[in-house]
């Protein structure tokens, strides 16, 4: 069975310091790799995704995150964090159609 | 990028009433959907699958007589909550993956369910 870890409920950041989520996953077989986030009240809103190839994917708004096949991690980062990037981040994994979604990190980014 | 809708958005009834969730895919046909719950500050919960043309498949746990679901086109699908119930009152979001392959899924706004 899939699972998705994300070891830090909050992380809070000062604006235009580097940001980091962390998650790692465990699956068998190749791993598919996403990242969402969830503003107040609103569904989730896909930020990128890994399925192969290059081990650093780009994605919207400025974000990133680094897929690591030894580590089974997909860290999440974002060079210089907005005020506006506060909000709800979930790691995913889908070894089908389905979805496992990681506990969610609350980020806070303060001004 | 492709886009989801819900509705209602939000939505107030009275104990054992039914209520129901439209969940349509807006620019592109989805024959596969799901449905997720989720509490506050919680990860989504997987309910069921919603396959157009045949029954939907529910996740252990999730009562398919009171989670009804049917998936009557390729752009919509339905959960109607049966007689429900305070304990019933949750955060429900459906989502479609795009195209055969797996790629990200889109997500719907989500519709907030309070019984009382």
């Known amino acids: 069975a899939q699972s998705v870890a994300q070891p830090e409920d909050q992380v809070n950041v000062a604006e235009g310091n580097p940001l980091t989520v962390k998650c790692t996953y465990s699956v068998s077989g190749n791993p598919y790799l996403f990242w969402y986030v969830q503003y107040p009240n609103r569904g989730l809103q896909f930020l990128l995704k890994?399925?192969?190839?290059?081990?650093l994917v780009k994605g919207s708004y400025g974000f990133e995150a680094e897929f690591n096949k030894s580590q089974t991690s997909f860290h999440l980062k974002k060079p210089s964090a907005l005020v506006s990037d506060s909000a709800l981040y979930f790691c995913a994994v889908s070894p089908d159609y389905k979805l496992s979604f990681g506990a969610g990190t609350t980020v806070t980014v303060r001004a | 990028g492709a886009v989801v809708s819900q509705h209602p958005s939000w939505v107030i009834c009275k104990s054992g009433t039914s209520v129901k969730i439209e969940c349509r895919s807006l620019d592109f046909q989805a024959t596969t959907m799901f449905w997720y719950r989720q509490f506050p500050k919680q990860s989504l919960m997987l309910m069921a699958t919603s396959n157009e043309g045949s029954k939907a498949t529910y996740e252990q746990g999730v009562e398919k007589d009171k989670f009804l679901i049917n998936h009557a086109s390729l752009t919509l699908s339905t959960l109607t909550v049966t007689s429900a119930h305070p304990e019933d009152s949750s955060f429900y979001i459906c989502?479609?993956?795009?195209?055969?392959?797996?790629?990200?899924?889109?997500f719907g706004p989500g519709t907030r369910l309070t019984v009382l």
């Open positions: 989502s479609a993956p795009p195209g055969t392959s797996r790629n990200e899924q889109f």
């Open positions: 890994y399925i192969t190839g290059d081990n």
